[in-house]
């Protein structure tokens, strides 16, 4: 796919999700916004329905207490039932009752403005309903007062009082929540509404117990209460959720068209961009062909927006880089030839074959780069051997080669003189280091060394400044010795600072020589390997010879360490007086 075309899908596509997301979360935020300011203002009209209803309860039991207290009420008692009933129809009418009925002190009526008044005494007088009721009927819903008509002491009889639970009811209630539609009804079936366009939305919404309905092409939310002193009638708050929903439609709508008015700017943006960009990228692409066919020497030429000539310029930059890194790479590579070569020429030099009399000898050299800078040699002369071991300050090649020239010299001096005392060929061999540093090399470099005279009677005799000489008996003891002396390489003259130092191998006795990469090897928490825990190591492999002890040791460091830092050098010589 060419960049103009990806340019210009990924910017519409980018818009059109952006666009599309944006619209579906305000879209959602004002439909939920609307539903919970409806259900606020739902559970508000719910929350004031007992105290209406309790104001027009609270007036139709003052009106019947006012009308039972009349005196004239009171003699009408006296008169016959014909009189009783005509002034009952003027008392419902004044107290603009449903019904009204008088019933003397046994329940019997003795006057009514209803059909049923009797059946009414009986469920209400004779069970010993409260002086205020609900009374649902034949699926019709009264609010009762009862008032005794007493004069002093006397029980003249009681005073009934009906108002309908209806439409006109229920339109002094809808007045009183402001305006709010409202339903009565028991169960399912509606007792009365206001404020609905027609009776049909009223059953639909009454015959449904869900929060939200479809009902005369319009969605309404609900929320209902039982009415106060009967739980079998209800009374529903109803609210048209497309109306309060209108103006969210209208921002829905208004965002269409600016998501569509978007969509056709991204388009027209993406066309421009892609045309503008592309060319000088194409260029560039050109130019990284080049490079890729080995023509480091090509360079980019690109006009366009100062990105793609900062970029353009950074690809002739990295250009003459790798043109420069190819022959840096070249150089590295005969380097790495040469470290090679230093590496088996250090490795060639170690001694093959440890042939000394009276002596089981084993040792190994772990360098922690390519050429290491640690030094050892056994050097079989009559009577006895000679054993060396030092470390040169550092690792690498540098340190290789002033290890290798140590060797050389240590070589040449044990030939002169194979049976002279270790401290003079320490000295000896200082002097060639020394002028060979400082004045052949021009670099202060140095090392520890300790050289060992073995001879065949068990005596050992060691100069030098090196790691302590450690002795496993052949019972198990551990003996160290401090090696005197100091640095070969950083003085001319070393012989005022060096003495010899002796000790003696019993048959089976072991001695082992070490470098610090082993002694100073070190865990992640900092704590060194140490030379209790090389003895212990040592002491554990010694009957099995000197190769088990080397690689107890070794295997003891590595499993210590954290990382290598430093060669690790040992060697371990097992006394056998009899062969």
């Not at 008996?473 to 010899?500: C, H, K, M, N, Y």
């Not at 360490?561 to 060697?571: G, K, L, P, S």
Request: net charge negative; no cysteine; aromatic share 4%.
């Amino acid at each position: 796919m060419r960049l103009r075309s990806a340019l210009l899908m990924s910017v519409v596509a980018l818009v059109a999700v952006i666009v599309g997301t944006v619209l579906f979360a305000i879209q959602r935020t004002v439909d939920r916004g609307a539903r919970e300011a409806i259900d606020r203002v739902l559970g508000r009209a719910v929350g004031s329905i007992e105290p209406v209803i309790g104001v027009r309860r609270a007036r139709s039991a003052v009106e019947a207490r006012v009308t039972a207290s009349q005196p004239r009420l009171l003699a009408l008692m006296a008169t016959d039932a014909a009189t009783i009933q005509d002034q009952t129809d003027e008392f419902r009418r004044t107290l603009d009752a449903t019904f009204l009925f008088i019933t003397d002190p046994d329940g019997k009526v003795l006057g009514s403005s209803v059909e049923g008044a009797v059946a009414f005494v009986q469920d209400t007088i004779d069970l010993g309903a409260p002086p205020d009721a609900l009374w649902i009927r034949n699926g019709a819903v009264a609010e009762v007062h009862v008032e005794r008509l007493t004069q002093g002491e006397r029980a003249l009889g009681a005073l009934v009082v009906g108002h309908a639970v209806d439409d006109k009811a229920a339109l002094e209630i809808y007045k009183l929540l402001g305006e709010r539609p409202i339903i009565v009804r028991v169960g399912t079936a509606v007792v009365a509404s206001a404020g609905l366009p027609d009776p049909h939305v009223a059953s639909a919404i009454a015959a449904s117990k869900d929060a939200e309905i479809s009902a005369g092409g319009i969605r309404w939310r609900s929320a209902s209460t039982t009415w106060p002193g009967d739980t079998a009638v209800e009374v529903v708050v109803v609210a048209d959720l497309d109306f309060a929903l209108a103006p969210a439609r209208r921002l829905a709508l208004l965002l269409y068209v600016i998501a569509a008015l978007a969509m056709i700017a991204a388009l027209v943006l993406a066309l421009v961009l892609g045309g503008a960009l592309s060319r000088p990228v194409e260029r560039l692409v050109a130019f990284t062909a080049q490079i890729a066919q080995g023509n480091l020497a090509a360079r980019a030429s690109v006009h366009g927006v100062r990105e793609l000539r900062a970029l353009a310029g950074s690809m002739n930059k990295m250009a003459a880089e790798l043109e420069v890194g190819r022959k840096v790479q070249a150089d590295k590579l005969r380097l790495e030839d040469e470290m090679q070569i230093a590496s088996r020429i250090q490795t060639s030099i170690l001694p093959r074959r440890f042939d000394v009399a009276r002596l089981e000898v084993a040792a190994t050299m772990q360098p922690a780069s390519e050429v290491g800078g640690d030094y050892y040699d056994v050097i079989t002369v009559a009577g006895g051997a000679w054993i060396g071991i030092g470390d040169v300050a550092g690792h690498g090649l540098d340190a290789g080669l002033f290890a290798l020239m140590a060797q050389t010299a240590i070589a040449a001096a044990v030939d002169a003189r194979p049976d002279g005392a270790p401290r003079e060929l320490v000295a000896a061999v200082n002097r060639i280091l020394f002028a060979n540093a400082w004045g052949r090399l021009g670099d202060a470099r140095h090392m520890t060394l300790s050289l060992v005279r073995f001879h065949d009677d068990g005596r050992i005799v060691f100069a030098g400044a090196h790691m302590d000489l450690v002795v496993v008996r052949a019972g198990g003891a551990i003996e160290t010795f401090a090696t005197p002396g100091t640095w070969v390489g950083l003085i001319d003259d070393v012989a005022s600072v060096t003495v010899d130092g002796e000790l003696r191998l019993a048959a089976d006795d072991t001695l082992i020589l070490y470098s610090d990469g082993a002694s100073e090897a070190a865990d992640a928490a900092g704590v060194q390997f140490g030379l209790d825990r090389l003895g212990a190591a040592a002491a554990k492999a010694a009957g099995a010879g000197p190769q088990a002890v080397v690689d107890g040791i070794t295997a003891a460091v590595a499993q210590h360490r954290a990382t290598q830092e430093d060669d690790v050098t040992v060697v371990a010589l097992r006394y056998r007086p009899v062969p």
